[in-house]
């Protein structure tokens, strides 16, 4: 259940976000690597303050609010990244974060948010609790702002930040940017950002509303049996109207990988690029790794997150799929 957004995310959005941005933090490591014979791009936001590419979003949302709403205080929801997001710029801003988080959600997630100053307020994804009733909810209760982790259009223009520094350091537009997407937050951003780069958004599979819904021209929502995924950062059972009415028409058909797959992807970035990626940061890489997207030297991926266990991560390292 998404409310209503009370705007439009536009170019200009993405561009006033982008100024925000380039005074809090340098711009992310946008890093070449050859993959399958082909020299490509890869946006390292996985090497943000908080591990992902969720501040920019954050950020500019919180800056955007109002002195009562300020006061008030927010309320977000997410499995971890836009969570440390959220509750970072809420530190900085002086604003009480209250965060909707799965029960299952990484550890180190969980422990960084609450770190960070933020209520932490855990549901049950699993037991199909709707995270999104629940914030709404909580919102009413106390009088805040909801920050949606990817159906907020200030969310939007701030995440679509990224592509703005992809193509001040690219020297051009790319041809096409490969992007992790879980609700399309990212996916939207870039497109309203780079208008004359293809958009392939790259989702779990079973978890491919995103690509589905480009496919039928209306929103569709992840099925009941929808299997397990190790893609946490991308886990989001639907794609909303605000994100669909900027991607459709505009995105290339969607891309599904395997947790396979995504495991590769983990150790290519270690590898080759000496980089902590998390299985949902990783998802763009493994379709490029995997020959699923067309590549050219003009490509970039998106590595969107580092957030993962480290118990978790020497297992990808020391086994093989």
Request: hydrophobic share 45%.
């Amino acid at each position: 259940m998404f409310r209503e957004s009370p705007r439009n995310p536009t170019r200009e959005g993405v561009l006033r976000a982008a100024e925000k941005i380039a005074a809090l933090v340098p711009a992310t490591p946008l890093l070449p690597v050859e993959v399958n014979g082909m020299r490509i791009h890869a946006k390292c936001d996985n090497l943000h303050p908080i591990g992902a590419f969720k501040i920019r979003g954050a950020w500019h949302r919180l800056t955007d609010l109002s002195p009562d709403e300020r006061a008030a205080g927010v309320v977000a929801v997410s499995s971890g990244n836009h969570a440390q997001g959220v509750a970072f710029a809420a530190r900085e801003l002086g604003i009480e974060a209250a965060i909707v988080m799965p029960a299952d959600a990484p550890q180190v997630k969980l422990d960084a948010t609450r770190g960070m100053g933020a209520e932490v307020i855990l549901y049950d994804r699993a037991g199909g609790e709707d995270r999104d009733v629940i914030a709404n909810a909580l919102c009413d209760e106390r009088g805040r702002t909801l920050v949606h982790a990817y159906a907020d259009p200030w969310v939007i223009e701030g995440q679509g930040s990224m592509g703005v520094e992809i193509a001040a350091q690219l020297g051009r537009s790319p041809s096409r940017i490969v992007v992790c997407c879980g609700g399309g937050g990212l996916a939207a951003g870039l497109a309203l950002a780079c208008p004359d780069s293809a958009i392939v958004p790259v989702e779990p599979e079973g978890w491919d509303d995103v690509a589905r819904s480009l496919a039928s021209g209306e929103i569709q929502r992840v099925g009941p049996d929808a299997p397990k995924t190790i893609c946490d950062a991308i886990q989001t059972p639907s794609t909303a109207p605000v994100n669909f009415a900027v991607l459709k028409g505009r995105a290339e058909p969607g891309v599904a990988v395997s947790d396979a797959e995504v495991r590769a992807a983990q150790r290519f970035a270690f590898a080759k690029l000496r980089l902590v990626v998390e299985p949902g940061g990783a998802a763009a890489l493994a379709a490029a790794i995997a020959g699923k997207v067309d590549l050219d030297e003009a490509t970039v991926v998106t590595l969107t997150g580092g957030n993962t266990d480290a118990r978790a991560f020497a297992r990808v390292l020391s086994t093989s799929d």
